[in-house]
Structure formats: structure tokens, C-alpha cells
């Protein structure tokens, strides 16, 4: 069973940075899709960057520029480097994965696996 466990949320003023960690536990393969998502206080939760299993990597338009998404495969890490943060960036964030090669897509319909999440808080 995939076990997946965030930190590094926290607050921080606008134009500030943030590096969010999810350790993957239960799966040592090399087949596997991770993803963020986050769900801002009365919304919808949306996808913010996938990484395949070959490193390929995609974001939301929202966030281009200014999150990076990457693996740490020695420490089975998935981490995302936030700069340059907004209000509009806060959000419960949330590590998510796939089973499989190749990634279906930024969309929460299709990960297997969720951790619980960790806060993130960005003020004026």
C-alpha cells in the first residue's frame, strides 16, 4: 500500500518561496506518476504540476514560471519549489500518485494514492 506524507506547508508574505515534500513509502518502483493539487478555502481542489516517471514534468498555467516540480528517486521524495507566491496560491496542498509510466493527466480522477495535506498560507 502507498503511503504518502507532506510537510513543508507553512505562511509566508507574497513574493516569498516555499519547498513542499511528500515522502512515498509502500512502493519502490521505478513506474510511478506523482502530482500536487490544492484546494484554496471554498473551491474546488486543482491540479498544480505532474511528473512522470521518466521526469517529464507539466503545470498549470497558474503556477508556470514559478513552481518547480522534481524527484528526489535516492530518498523517494516528490518535493515542489514554490517562488515568487501569491495571496491566490493558498491552499491545502495535496501529494498525489499513479501506478503506471506514463501520466493520464493533471486531473485528480485519475491518482490512486493521496496524502493528507499541508497548509500553505500566503499573505499581502
Known amino acids: 500500500q502507498v503511503q504518502l506524507v507532506e510537510s513543508g506547508g507553512g505562511s509566508v508574505q507574497a513574493g516569498g518561496s516555499l519547498r513542499l515534500s511528500c515522502a512515498v513509502s509502500g512502493y519502490t518502483g521505478s513506474s510511478i506518476c506523482m502530482a500536487w493539487f490544492r484546494q484554496a478555502p471554498g473551491k474546488g481542489r486543482e491540479g498544480v504540476a505532474i511528473?512522470?516517471?521518466?521526469?517529464?514534468?507539466s503545470y498549470a498555467d497558474s503556477v508556470k514560471g514559478r513552481f518547480t516540480i522534481s524527484k528526489d528517486n535516492a530518498k523517494n521524495t516528490l518535493n515542489l519549489q514554490m517562488n515568487s507566491l501569491k495571496p491566490e496560491d493558498t491552499a491545502m496542498y495535496y501529494c498525489?500518485?499513479?501506478?503506471?509510466?506514463?501520466?493520464?493527466?493533471?486531473?485528480?480522477?485519475?491518482?490512486?494514492?493521496w496524502g493528507k495535506g499541508t497548509r500553505v498560507t500566503i499573505s499581502t
Open positions: 498525489a500518485a499513479e501506478i503506471r509510466y506514463n501520466c493520464m493527466g493533471l486531473d485528480d480522477a485519475y491518482m490512486e494514492y
Open positions: 511528473i512522470d516517471s521518466d521526469g517529464s514534468t
